[in-house]
């Protein structure tokens, strides 16, 4: 009777040591691979292999399809971000402490796979937790992540990985040092530089001319103060109907616009300008009196049509505006 009693049991504790010891060699055999070479590259019998019951360890699995016969840009872009989280995990556990093991099952080696799981689009990630052990959970089945959101960093999805892993200590994500930027920053400072040493003297007097940049400075005020943001802010139409079959150039009201109105009042203020800095600068250094004098006549009367006009315009925009000057 007591033997009949001891032997089920005995055959059960043999059981769970042989499952325990399939389960150590197992990791032992993936996390040796592992260091040679992260993450490891699976096929449909040892991705069986690796994610099969019972597990003392943690098994991410990355199904994707880099091929670019596939068409997978969303894959090809993630796998290098996916390199630099299963690196920096195996650099920082190389014991295997963690016990956490990564793995790649790209389309072209696991077929069978793709099918037994009914996945229609890639790539997408399983977490396979434990089932014995510390952290071990019940339900054996994987927790899957889409990439509903786009391409995702290694900074982004690493917390989604430490989130669902058992308690203890985790290797921090390093992102690789970019040796390619480096070289390529240099050569261009380097490169800038060396055409800013040849070219210094040749821009040097275009960069200091005074004129230039009264220029740029005059155009600059003239375009902003004509109305030309509140244009791309609200997004005004160019012309408008008059009602009558005809165009209207300008419209009433301070809030309304048009766009080729904008640029007649800037016209309007760069004649003024252009007549003020005539009067202060150019006539002043005229060698003969008779030209100097027809040159402030000629400049005063444009100077008063313009500014008759501008009046004009703004009495169009604002109807209880009281001052004009003639002929306007």
């Known amino acids: 009777m007591k033997l009949s009693f001891l ?50 360890y943690t098994a991410v699995v990355l199904l994707t399809a880099t091929e670019a016969k596939f068409g997978c840009q969303l894959c090809r872009d993630f796998q290098p971000q996916w390199d630099v989280i299963t690196k920096s995990w195996i650099k920082g556990d190389r014991q295997g402490t963690a016990r ?20 229609q689009t890639a790539p997408v990630i399983f977490l396979f937790p434990p089932t014995t052990g510390p952290g071990a959970k019940a339900d054996a089945q994987p927790i899957r992540y889409d990439f509903t959101m ?18 203890g200590p985790k290797p921090t994500l390093h992102r690789p040092f970019n040796y390619v930027r ?28 005074r004129n230039l940049w009264a220029a740029i400075s005059l155009i600059t005020i003239l375009l902003f103060t004509s109305g030309h943001m509140f244009n791309h802010i609200r997004k ?6 008059d009602g009558k079959g005809g165009i209207s150039y300008f ?28 009067l202060a600068l150019k006539v002043p250094r005229m060698a003969s009196p008779s030209q100097q004098q027809v ?21 169009m925009k604002n109807g209880t505006y009281p001052f004009r000057l003639p002929p306007f």
Request: aromatic share 12%; hydrophobic share 50%; charged share 10%.
């Open 7 to 56: 032997l089920p049991s005995a055959l059960l504790s043999l059981h769970f040591v042989a499952a325990t010891k399939s389960s150590a060699n197992k990791f032992a055999n993936f996390h040796t691979r592992a260091v040679n070479s992260s993450p490891v590259k699976l096929n449909d019998a040892t991705y069986e292999e690796l994610t099969s019951t019972p597990r003392d």
């Open 100 to 119: 956490t093991l990564f793995g790649t099952l790209d389309f072209a080696d696991g077929k069978t796979t793709f099918q037994k799981l009914m996945l």
């Open 150 to 167: 786009g391409p995702q960093t290694a900074e982004q999805f690493y917390p989604w990985i430490i989130r669902h892993l058992p308690e």
């Open 182 to 209: 480096l070289v390529a920053v240099t050569t261009i400072v380097l490169g800038l530089l060396s055409f800013f040493s040849i070219a210094a003297p040749y821009l040097l007097p275009i960069i200091q001319n």
């Open 236 to 241: 005004v139409p160019y012309v408008s109907g």
């Open 251 to 278: 419209v009433g009201g301070f809030s309304n616009q048009l766009g080729l109105e904008t640029q007649i009042v800037a016209a309007m203020y760069g004649i003024l300008s252009f007549a003020t800095i005539a």
């Open 295 to 315: 040159a402030v006549i000629i400049w005063s009367v444009v100077m008063f049509g313009m500014y008759g006009f501008l009046m004009r315009v703004f009495k």
